[in-house]
C-alpha cells in the first residue's frame, strides 16, 4: 500500500482544471431558470489535497463555465513540470458551446500532458439528471440543433461526450470517476447538476482509495513534450495589456459562488471598447529563439518555423440576457483577419446555459498591434470579456476555434 510518502527531490504539484463543481458549488435551491447559491462545498479537490504529502504546491484553474479550450491551449503555463497529481473535472459543463471536437480534443491535450509528467490524474465526469434536460427541453426547444446557439445539450449527447472522455482517459491511464445524479439523487444538489456535500465527500472516497493503492512514482520534473509559443491572459491577470477603454474589471460571482473575474462594459453601443496590447512579435520571438534546435530534429513540424501567422483568440462570456451586445473586433497598426468578412461575435446566443465562447482572429508578425473590441449595437448594452489568448497558428492553438 502506497503510503504518499514520495521521497521527491522537489515540491511536487497538485493542478486541478474544472468548473463550479470542483470550486464546490453548492446549489441549495433551484426552480427553472433560477438557482441559489448556499455557503459553497468543502469539494472532492479542496479534501484531496489536504491529505496529500507536504510541502506541496497548488495550481487551481477551476472556473465555472470556462471550458478546457484556454487550459489546453496554455497547458504549459496551467500544468506546471513539478505536477504529480491531478483532477479533470469538464462534464457536465462542456457540450454547450456546440463544437465537441475542439472541446474533446483539449481534454486530450490536457490528459496527455499530464500522462508525460507522470501524474496520478482523476477525471472527474458528473451526468446531470433527467431533470435538467426536462427544464432544458422548455427552454431550449426548437435551438437545440441550432450551431449558431449556445446553451443547449441533449442527455444523449452528454453521455457520448462522457464516454468519450473516459476512453481518452484510460488510454492516458488516469482513473475515472462517474457520478449520476438519475442512479443517486442524493448526492446531487437541487439543480440535478451539482453535486452536494455528500456526492463530494462520495468523490473524494473513491480518490483516496486510488491514491493509497497507487504506487508511488519518483521521477524529476519534465518539461512538456512540445513547447508552448502560446501567451495566455485570464481577465484577473488583463490589466498589464489593457491600453484604454471604458471596461472595469469586475467579479461576475453571485455571492457563495468563487471568484470569477471578466472585463466588463454596460455603456452600449458606440460608446463600450476596450483597447488590447498585441504583440505578435514576442510570441514568436519565444519560438525562434527557445526552440530552434528542438524543430530541426522534427521533421513533421519544421513547417512551424516558417509560418507568420498568429492566432488570436478572445474568450467572451455569452448569455441569454437581451442586454448582451454583439462584439465587433479591429486591429488598429496591424492586419487582421477573421473566417467571415467582418469579425463579429454575437454574446447573446446563449439560450440556456452561460459559457466562455472564442472568436477567433488572425494577424502577421511584422509588428506591435492593438486590439479594440467595442459594441455595435444601439439597444444594447453589456459586452463582457474573460480571456485572451495570442499563439503561433500551428499545432499549439488548433484547440483555439471560434464557438
Known amino acids: 500500500m502506497f503510503t504518499g510518502l514520495c521521497n521527491y527531490t522537489f515540491t511536487p504539484t497538485m493542478t486541478v482544471f474544472g468548473g463550479s463543481n470542483t470550486a464546490g458549488a453548492n446549489a441549495s435551491r433551484h426552480r427553472v431558470g ?23 504546491t497548488l495550481k487551481w484553474n477551476a472556473e465555472g463555465g470556462g471550458g478546457p479550450i484556454f487550459a489546453a491551449a496554455c497547458s504549459d503555463d496551467v500544468i506546471p513540470s513539478t505536477t504529480r497529481y491531478a483532477t479533470i473535472e469538464y462534464l457536465p459543463n462542456i457540450g ?5 471536437v475542439a472541446e474533446l480534443n483539449s481534454i486530450k491535450k490536457l490528459l496527455k500532458e499530464l500522462q508525460a509528467r507522470k501524474a496520478l490524474t482523476f477525471v472527474v465526469n458528473i451526468y446531470s439528471g433527467t431533470q435538467r434536460f426536462t427544464e432544458s427541453e422548455i427552454v431550449c426547444r426548437s435551438f437545440i440543433n441550432k450551431t449558431n446557439v449556445i446553451g443547449c445539450l441533449t442527455q444523449q449527447r452528454m453521455m457520448e461526450i462522457g464516454a468519450t472522455i473516459e476512453a481518452a482517459a484510460n ?35 473513491k480518490m483516496r482509495g486510488i491514491y ?3 504506487a508511488c512514482t519518483i521521477s524529476e520534473p519534465a518539461m512538456s513534450d512540445l513547447p508552448s509559443g502560446v501567451k495566455c491572459i485570464n481577465a484577473d491577470h488583463l ?18 459562488k468563487e471568484l470569477k473575474v471578466a472585463w466588463v462594459s454596460r455603456t452600449g453601443a458606440n460608446m463600450s ?8 512579435p514576442a510570441v514568436k520571438s519565444v519560438f525562434d529563439g527557445e526552440f530552434t534546435a ?33 462584439a465587433l473586433l479591429e486591429c488598429i497598426g496591424c492586419t487582421c483577419k477573421c473566417d467571415e468578412t467582418e469579425c463579429k461575435f454575437l454574446t447573446h446566443r446563449a439560450v440556456r446555459a452561460s459559457v466562455t465562447a472564442y472568436k477567433v482572429l488572425y494577424t502577421n508578425t511584422t509588428g506591435r498591434c492593438t486590439l479594440r473590441v467595442s459594441g455595435t449595437e444601439p439597444r444594447k448594452k453589456i459586452l463582457i470579456v474573460e480571456k485572451l489568448i495570442v499563439g503561433l497558428n500551428d499545432f499549439r492553438t488548433r484547440w483555439l476555434r471560434n464557438t
Open 34 to 56: 433560477w438557482t441559489s447559491w448556499g455557503r459553497p462545498h468543502d469539494s472532492f479537490a479542496k479534501q484531496f489535497v489536504r491529505i496529500l504529502p507536504h510541502p506541496l
Open 273 to 280: 471598447w476596450l483597447d488590447l496590447a498585441i504583440d505578435p
Open 239 to 256: 490589466q498589464g495589456s489593457v491600453l484604454g477603454g471604458n471596461f472595469e474589471q469586475t467579479n461576475l460571482s453571485p455571492l457563495n
Open 171 to 205: 488510454k492516458t491511464g488516469a482513473h475515472v470517476i462517474s457520478m449520476y445524479a438519475d442512479h443517486s439523487p442524493a448526492l446531487f444538489g437541487a439543480d440535478s447538476f451539482h453535486l452536494n456535500q455528500a456526492g463530494h465527500d462520495e468523490v473524494f472516497k
Open 294 to 326: 528542438f524543430y530541426r530534429i522534427d521533421r513533421q513540424n519544421v513547417h512551424a518555423l516558417r509560418t507568420n501567422r498568429i492566432k488570436i483568440g478572445v474568450g467572451f462570456l455569452t448569455s441569454r440576457n437581451h442586454s448582451f451586445d454583439t
Open 96 to 100: 454547450f458551446v456546440q463544437d465537441d
Open 212 to 214: 493509497e493503492g497507487d
